[in-house]
Structures are given as structure tokens and as C-alpha cells.
Nanobody, 124 residues
Framework: QVQLVEFGGGLVQAGGSLRLSCAAS????????MGWFRQAPGKEREFVSS????????LYADSVKGRFTISSDNAENTLYLQMNTLKPEDTTVYYC?????????????????WGQGTQVTVSS
């Protein structure tokens, strides 16, 4: 089992920044992929970004490329998402995800564990 706890959501004005954190604990094993998704009410969970533990290779959705940066602290098993130049359309719940297979995936179905979600609200 892997437990994921997110921090850092909140309310920010358009053009502002927020940093999300996700602390992983439990049986994380030695290699994995982690990512961020977001989901608006009534919509499917949408891929935002992912990172591989070893090598630090990253992948971003086109909608956030150049504005969001994913990173991780492997020693602390903590994942981050720095969100800059936020837009009202970024408003939704953001979820941290963990995947035992250390390969990028944009499909929510491929992730094994999820955090509880954190609300991000961007006002215009």
C-alpha cells in the first residue's frame, strides 16, 4: 500500500502562482512514476504532468506546458507541482497519483494509488 497526501491548494488571482505538494509513504519501492491529474465536476480526470523517479524525466499536458513545473524530492518521496501564470480554467481539484511501473502514462487508469485531492481556485 502507498499513501499519498496533498498540500498547497487554495485561492489565487489569475496570473498568480501556487505550489502543490504530495507526500508519499508506505511501500513505495525503489522505482516508480508519479503524476498530477485534475478533475472538474462531471468531467473525466485529466492528465497534467508526470515524472519518473530515476532520471527525473517529465511529461506535461499541452494545456500547462510552460506554466507548470513538476519536480520531486526522492529522498523524501515528495512530489511537487509549481503552477505559474494560473488561469481561471485551471480551477478544479488536483490529484496526486502513484504508479509502480516507472513509465510515463497520461491515463488515470494506469495509476495505482491516489491522493485525496486538493482544490485550486483561480479568480479572474
Amino acid at each position: 500500500q502507498v499513501q499519498l497526501v496533498e498540500f498547497g491548494g487554495g485561492l489565487v488571482q489569475a496570473g498568480g502562482s501556487l505550489r502543490l505538494s504530495c507526500a508519499a509513504s508506505g511501500r513505495t519501492l525503489w522505482n516508480y512514476a508519479m503524476g498530477w491529474f485534475r478533475q472538474a465536476p462531471g468531467k473525466e480526470r485529466e492528465f497534467v504532468s508526470s515524472i519518473l523517479k530515476f532520471g527525473g524525466r517529465t511529461l506535461y499536458a499541452d494545456s500547462v506546458k510552460g506554466r507548470f513545473t513538476i519536480s520531486s524530492d526522492n529522498a523524501e518521496n515528495t512530489l511537487y507541482l509549481q503552477m505559474n501564470t494560473l488561469k481561471p480554467e485551471d480551477t478544479t481539484v488536483y490529484y496526486c497519483a502513484f504508479r509502480h511501473t516507472p513509465i510515463h502514462s497520461t491515463s488515470a487508469w494506469d495509476y495505482d494509488y491516489w491522493g485525496q485531492g486538493t482544490q485550486v481556485t483561480v479568480s479572474s
